[in-house]
């Protein structure tokens, strides 16, 4: 045991060396091209968009979409979830609403989501189990429509798409989005990125269709 992990605290601190290495060597492309980008950085953020993607470590938010630092605020969490029970993703959507202004509020899931898949599977995850009802609530919700998918993938991919529509759902439901609404037209998005093809797609969800029967409720 001692000699295992020994072995691998070696093997994490070329890993973690290797970090500082990448660090400093991007510091100096970015004083290269503009000797005032940091001090310009550090004057504060204004961010058009807020994302909300999942943790896993495959999908990064600015890279896939191109962004700099200080264009995008992000909050991650396993399955991109917006439970209104959690929280932190309350008040980064506070936050991000209220102070920040953005204009572009974006759920993103991912095929192959293994919370997702979590989900989709009678395994008891432990301390997960509560987090994963809330994916099985979606299963739940929409149940007939996966029910009638032939493909254990295509249905897999199905719920990914499906779970991104009702965080989407959540986020309309909150007073600060319905608020900023109709200060100032903030949208809503549902995106999932395609790890097989690293394509970024629009789901285009038809949001006024599915909360017509249900904003008397949570207006």
């Known amino acids: 045991m001692y000699i295992w992990a020994v072995s691998s605290l070696n093997h994490c601190k070329v890993h973690i060396k290797q970090i500082f290495e990448n660090n400093r060597a991007w510091v100096k492309s970015k ?20 994302y909300i993607g999942c943790s ?5 938010a600015e890279e896939l979409m191109g962004a700099a630092p200080g264009e995008v ?4 969490n396993i399955a991109n979830m917006v439970p209104n029970t959690d929280l932190n993703v309350m008040s980064v959507i506070n936050y ?5 202004k953005v204009q572009h509020v974006v759920v993103c899931g991912h095929y192959f989501c293994g919370g997702v898949k979590a989900a989709m599977q009678q395994t008891d995850m432990g301390l997960l189990n509560p987090w994963l009802r809330n994916i099985r609530d979606v299963y739940r919700l929409h149940l007939d429509e996966l029910n009638a998918i ?16 009702e965080q989407c759902v959540n986020i309309i439901k909150t007073a600060v989005i319905q ?11 549902g995106w999932v990125f395609d790890i097989r093809t ?14 017509q029967h249900i904003m008397q409720i949570y207006r």
């Open 31 to 50: 004083l290269q091209k503009d000797p005032g980008y940091f001090k310009k950085l550090s004057d504060g953020q204004h961010p058009k968009i807020l």
């Open 56 to 60: 896993d470590s495959r999908v990064s």
């Open 73 to 76: 605020f992000v909050h991650r």
């Open 96 to 100: 991000a609403v209220r102070y920040l």
């Open 150 to 165: 032939p493909g254990e993938e295509d249905r897999y991919k199905r719920l990914v798409e499906l779970n991104v529509q």
């Open 179 to 189: 608020k900023a609404y109709k200060e100032r037209n903030v949208r809503v998005h």
């Open 198 to 211: 690293g394509v970024l797609r629009d789901l285009h969800i038809d949001f006024d269709r599915i909360l």
